[in-house]
Each structure stands twice: as C-alpha cells, then as structure tokens.
C-alpha cells in the first residue's frame, strides 16, 4: 500500500516523519536516546509525496477555484491520501482530484476545534467510492471492518489508535513497553520508554507519567476546549494513550 499527504500544520511533519523513521526525526529524548526505533520500521519507499499548502488563515475565506491555483497539478498513484488541516473548499474539491491517481481512502484527522464540513465531503467521497474517516484526533484512528483500504493501512503502517505489550517484573514494575500501534506522529515511543520502573499498582504515579511524557513530546492536538468532546482534543489524546497502557495491563 502507498500513501501520499496533504497537509498545512506540524501534525503533516511530523506523520511524514514518524513514516520515514529517519535517525533524527525523534530527539525528544536528547542524549538518553537509546535508538529504540531504530531498525523498526521505514517507509519511506512507499510514501509516494506529501504537498504542503498555507494556513487555512491566511486564505481567502471561499476559494471559487482551487484547482488551477492551490492544489497540485499532478498527484503520483497511490491507495491512500492523508490530508490534515487544509481549507474546507479545497478539501470539497480532493476527492474528485485523488480518484484520478487511484486513491481509494482519504484520511481526515481532526487536531484542531477547526470546523469541517463532514457530510458534504462524505457525500462526495461517495459517490466517487472513496472511503472516508475523520478521526479526532488522528490517534484515534481505528481499524474499521466497513473501511477495509482504511484497515489495510492501519496494520501495515503501524499506525493509529496506540496499541502497546506490557512486560511486568517480580516488584510489580513496568520492566518493558513493546509498541504494537504508534500514534501516527510516534508519540506513543517516547512514553513507552518514559514508563520504566513506573508500579503497575501505583495508579497514580502511572497516570501522572503518562500525561508528563505525553505532554512532552509534544502532541500536536490542540489545547482549545473542543464542543464535541466537551474537553481540549489534546487531553482525549492522553486519555487514548493511557487507556492503551491500561488494556495492555488486564
């Protein structure tokens, strides 16, 4: 399976990044880096271009006419396309764009309380049969039985909703942490590693450890209270991977 993404925020850098695992993408851990990713994976072949476009902001609020001016003129075959914080009108128009160079998937993450305009664009994905999802934030993003191109890239990337083995010693600490399912920007890594010698017991303590190296990484969603979480996307983020931890803990 390739990719491609579209993208105007750091969430776009970072997924490429975290794909690619080239040797400094992830420095969060300064001189105790220990290389954990190293050898692990790496796409880099089959991410097959990624386009960066301005700020939502800083265009004009209706784009008539996208095509000749903001999106790419050429767009290389793929089966997915990642396109992350680009403006409603454009992305109205990429369906009918990406169709042309075989996508058969767009992934929508939701980093920001940003308005999307979710049933049109799902309108159009199908009628141009293309699968859809809006995960919010991308850390969320699930291997759906319904959306089997979606499914497909989950598991061959290795990316999405954090899934993670947990290896307790005889003190009842967290001896080692084996990433199963990164969040896509890698995240899930750093706090794997931070979790050492934490007490499975001591609740708390592991709570308090997950947010922290949570938090510093640091997660790219935003700290904007959400309407339809009722809290910021960057806490559901935390709640997403503790809640990885704790399943692995059962």
Same mark, same amino acid.
């Given at each position: 399976?390739?990719?491609?993404?579209? *993208?105007?925020?750091?969430? +776009? %850098?970072?997924? #490429?990044? $975290?794909?690619? @695992? *080239?040797?400094?993408?992830?420095?969060?851990?300064?001189?105790?880096?220990?290389? !954990?990713? &190293?050898?692990?994976?790496?796409?880099?072949?089959?991410? %097959?271009?990624?386009?960066?476009?301005?700020?939502?902001?800083?265009? =004009?609020?209706?784009?008539?006419?996208?095509?000749?001016? *903001?999106?790419? $003129?050429?767009? =290389?075959?793929?089966? #997915?396309?990642?396109?992350?914080?680009?403006? @409603?009108?454009?992305?109205? &128009?990429?369906?009918?764009?990406?169709?042309?160079?075989?996508?058969?998937?767009?992934?929508?993450?939701?980093?920001?309380?940003?308005?999307?305009?979710?049933?049109? #664009?799902?309108?159009?994905? %199908?009628?141009?049969?293309?699968?859809?999802?809006?995960?919010? =934030?991308?850390?969320?993003?699930? =291997?759906?039985?319904?959306?089997?191109?979606?499914?497909?890239?989950?598991?061959?990337?290795?990316?999405?909703?954090?899934?993670?083995?947990? &290896?307790?010693?005889?003190? +009842?600490?967290?001896?080692?942490? /084996?990433?199963?399912?990164?969040?896509? !920007?890698?995240?899930?890594?750093?706090?794997?590693?931070?979790?050492?010698?934490?007490?499975?017991? @001591?609740?708390?303590?592991?709570?308090?450890?997950?947010? /922290?190296?949570?938090?510093?990484?640091?997660?790219?969603?935003?700290? /904007?209270?959400?309407? /339809?979480?009722?809290?910021?996307?960057?806490?559901?983020?935390?709640?997403?991977?503790?809640?990885?931890?704790?399943?692995?803990?059962?």
């Amino acid at each position: 399976m390739e990719q491609i993404e579209i *993208y105007s925020s750091d969430l +776009g %850098k970072r997924v #490429i990044g $975290n794909l690619i @695992n *080239y040797s400094t993408f992830c420095i969060s851990c300064a001189d105790a880096c220990t290389h !954990c990713k &190293e050898g692990k994976y790496g796409f880099a072949d089959r991410v %097959k271009g990624f386009f960066e476009h301005p700020d939502p902001s800083l265009l =004009p609020v209706f784009i008539e006419d996208s095509t000749s001016e *903001y999106l790419p $003129n050429e767009i =290389p075959d793929a089966d #997915i396309a990642i396109v992350s914080e680009i403006h @409603n009108d454009l992305l109205l &128009e990429l369906p009918l764009i990406l169709k042309d160079s075989g996508i058969k998937a767009m992934i929508v993450p939701q980093e920001s309380s940003a308005r999307i305009a979710i049933p049109q #664009i799902e309108e159009v994905c %199908k009628s141009e049969q293309i699968e859809i999802i809006f995960p919010k =934030p991308f850390c969320d993003l699930q =291997p759906l039985d319904d959306k089997p191109v979606i499914r497909k890239f989950v598991e061959e990337f290795g990316i999405g909703r954090p899934e993670v083995r947990v &290896e307790v010693d005889r003190r +009842g600490r967290i001896a080692h942490i /084996e990433v199963l399912r990164s969040a896509p !920007c890698g995240s899930t890594w750093f706090v794997a590693k931070q979790l050492a010698g934490v007490e499975v017991e @001591n609740r708390q303590e592991l709570y308090d450890r997950i947010s /922290e190296s949570h938090h510093s990484y640091p997660c790219t969603a935003s700290m /904007e209270k959400d309407r /339809e979480l009722g809290d910021t996307i960057l806490h559901k983020a935390g709640y997403i991977v503790r809640a990885a931890v704790e399943e692995a803990l059962i």
